[in-house]
């Protein structure tokens, strides 16, 4: 199964024998015990919880529910297998990874070696937190003239008509903006270091240093 959890730890250069350069996101993953594995017929959709980290202060449900695998994980994260369409030109394949999934023992542990350089994955994490921001830097609005006597340099101008005299839900305005949920696809595994426990992922991925991301395997 690849898929694995891991910390971000900073973008860098890697060079080809060739001489050409590769922008790579460098994250720190595994080892990721195998906490609990769901299939349809207990829990009515089939996954695997996977689990990161050392926890200093675990609850007591939380041991008892980590008790079966023998781990202190911190942080507990599900990989779920979707109803696989038959007609899929790849449906053999991905039935052939999901029955391995499921196969999986609670307590055995994935690591960087399941995956290898030239794999196609996605990273999935927690964007960075921009704070409270106005529409021009959240949507990308653009201002209004500073000229003859404009004073709509900034503002979001009309949210709304006299009647049914309340704004929509879902427009556009100032707020939070980041810190949420983001997943990127379409990149690749570049370096694996099993020694180290590093992968080296092509372009950016999301979130800040530190920040805990998910990688998956795509086909």
């Known amino acids: 199964m690849k898929a694995i ?7 860098t250069q890697i060079f080809g024998t060739d001489g050409t350069v590769e922008r ?13 594995v769901k299939t349809l017929e207990s829990d009515g959709y089939n996954a695997v919880q996977i689990g990161y980290g050392d926890a200093k202060h675990q609850p007591r449900p ?28 790849k449906a053999k394949q991905l039935m052939d990874t999901e029955a391995e999934a499921l ?7 994935l690591t960087v070696a399941v995956f290898e350089a030239g794999d196609d994955i996605q990273v999935t994490g927690i964007s960075k937190g921009k704070g409270f921001a106005g529409t021009i830097k959240r949507h990308n609005f653009t201002r209004g003239p500073k000229t003859h006597g404009s004073h709509n340099y900034r503002a979001p101008g009309s949210i709304g008509s006299g009647y049914p005299e309340h704004v929509f839900k879902g ?7 980041g810190h949420e949920q983001v997943t990127v696809k379409g990149l690749k595994v570049v370096l694996v270091d099993a020694d180290l426990g590093v992968i080296a992922v092509s372009g950016a991925v999301p ?13």
């Open 24 to 36: 790579v996101t460098l994250i720190q993953a595994g080892p990721c015990p195998i906490t609990q």
């Open 62 to 89: 939380q041991q008892g529910h980590l008790k079966a695998a023998n781990t202190n994980s911190r942080v507990l994260r599900e990989v779920r297998f979707d109803a696989i369409d038959p007609k899929h030109p």
């Open 207 to 219: 979130g800040p240093k530190k920040g805990l991301v998910m990688l998956r395997g795509t086909i």
């Open 171 to 177: 427009i556009k305005m100032a707020g939070q903006m």
């Open 103 to 109: 196969a999986l023992e609670i307590g055995s542990e």
């Open 5 to 11: 959890l891991g910390i971000k730890l900073g973008m």
